[in-house]
C-alpha cells in the first residue's frame, strides 16, 4: 500500500525525505510527478499514475473530493467516497504517497478569497452549465500544486476542458510545472472510463454509448465541413430517447473556443449529456478538411 499523508506538513516531509534517500542512493535530482484526483479511482486513472511513473521517481496521488468545484446544484455527497477501496486500486501501481486531506486542511477558512479565475473559457461547455466549476477546479489544482510542488503533473484527456485550463493557468501563472495528458481509457464498446459510469443502470449503460457514437459520427463527416458534423452528431444522439444532450460543440484545440465555419486543421468535438440522471461528458480529436 502506498504510505498516506492526511496533513499538509505530512505530505512535505514525506516528500523531502523521499527526495534525499534517493540522492544519497545516487539519483542526482529526483523528480516529483503528480496525479490528482477525486478518488473512486478506475483504470483511467490507472493509466495517469502510469504515465506519471515515467516521468518521476517520486509518484503522488491526491484523492480529495473538492467542495469548491461542485455548484448548489450539484450533490456533493453524492459524490463517491471509499479511501479504502482507492488505496487497494492503488496498491502494485507504484504510487509513492497518497495525499488524502480533510476539506479542513485544504479550506481552513471553510472556503478560499482567493481564488483563480478561468476566465472566458471556463464559462463555455462545462462551466456555462456548472458555474463556477472551473474556478474552483484551478484554485483546487493551484494549492494542491504549492502543497506538493511537483515537476510534472498528469491529467486525462477525457476532462479535455479541464486539461485545456490547467494548462493554460500553469502557463499563465508562472508555475515550474510542466503538463502531461493521457488519452480517455474507454470500454471494449467505446465509453469512456468515468467515476460516475456506476450511477448507469442497466439501460443506461447501453444508452451511455451514443456519446462515443456521436463522436465517431463526428469524425467520419469531418471531410463535409463542420456543418455535416453537427448533423451528424445530431442524428445520431436522437435515436436514444435515454439520452439528453446538454451540448456538441466542435473547437479548436489551441484556444478551446468554437472553430469558425471556414476553420480547417485539428479540432476536438466535445459532447456532454444526460444519460437518466447522470451526466456524462467525452471528446475526440477530429480533422476538418
Ligand atoms: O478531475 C478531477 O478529478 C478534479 O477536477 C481534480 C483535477 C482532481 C480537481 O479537484
Not at 51 to 60: D, H, P, Q, Y
Not at 245 to 250: I, M, N, T
Request: without cysteine; negative net charge; charged residues 20%.
Amino acid at each position: 500500500m502506498p504510505v498516506v499523508a492526511e496533513t499538509i506538513i505530512g505530505i512535505r516531509a514525506l516528500i523531502a525525505e523521499e527526495k534525499a534517500r534517493l540522492v544519497d542512493a545516487g539519483t542526482m535530482s529526483p523528480r516529483v510527478a503528480f496525479v490528482a484526483t477525486m478518488g473512486a479511482l478506475h483504470a483511467g486513472h490507472m493509466a495517469l499514475v502510469k504515465r506519471a511513473r515515467k516521468r518521476g521517481e517520486i509518484v503522488v496521488v491526491s484523492i480529495f473530493v473538492n467542495p469548491t468545484q461542485f455548484s448548489p446544484t450539484e450533490d456533493l455527497s453524492r459524490y463517491p467516497r471509499d479511501l479504502a477501496a482507492d488505496l487497494a486500486t492503488l496498491e502494485g501501481s507504484g504510487t509513492t504517497f497518497v495525499f488524502a486531506p480533510t476539506p479542513e486542511e485544504i479550506y481552513p477558512h471553510a472556503t478560499t478569497d482567493t481564488v483563480v479565475s478561468a476566465g472566458r473559457v471556463g464559462g463555455l461547455f462545462e462551466g456555462r452549465t456548472r458555474a463556477g466549476h472551473f474556478d474552483g477546479v484551478l484554485t483546487v489544482v493551484a494549492k494542491l500544486a504549492n502543497i506538493i510542488r511537483p515537476d510534472v503533473m498528469v491529467f486525462g484527456q477525457k476532462d479535455a476542458q479541464q486539461a485545456f485550463l490547467v494548462n493554460r493557468m500553469l502557463s499563465d501563472l508562472n508555475f515550474p510545472i510542466s503538463l502531461e495528458v493521457v488519452p480517455t481509457v474507454r470500454e471494449d464498446d467505446g465509453l469512456a472510463l468515468s467515476s460516475r459510469n456506476r450511477f448507469l443502470d442497466e439501460r443506461e449503460r447501453r444508452a451511455a454509448i451514443v456519446l462515443s457514437h456521436m463522436l465517431e459520427a463526428a469524425g467520419s463527416a469531418a471531410d463535409l465541413g463542420i456543418d455535416a458534423v453537427i448533423a451528424a452528431a445530431q442524428s445520431v444522439s436522437m435515436g436514444e430517447p435515454l439520452v439528453t444532450v446538454d451540448y456538441f460543440g466542435v473547437v479548436n484545440p489551441a484556444t478551446f473556443l468554437p472553430v469558425d465555419d471556414d476553420y480547417r486543421g485539428p479540432a476536438t468535438a466535445i459532447v456532454a449529456a444526460r444519460v437518466g440522471a447522470t451526466r456524462l461528458i467525452d471528446n475526440e480529436g477530429i480533422y476538418l478538411a
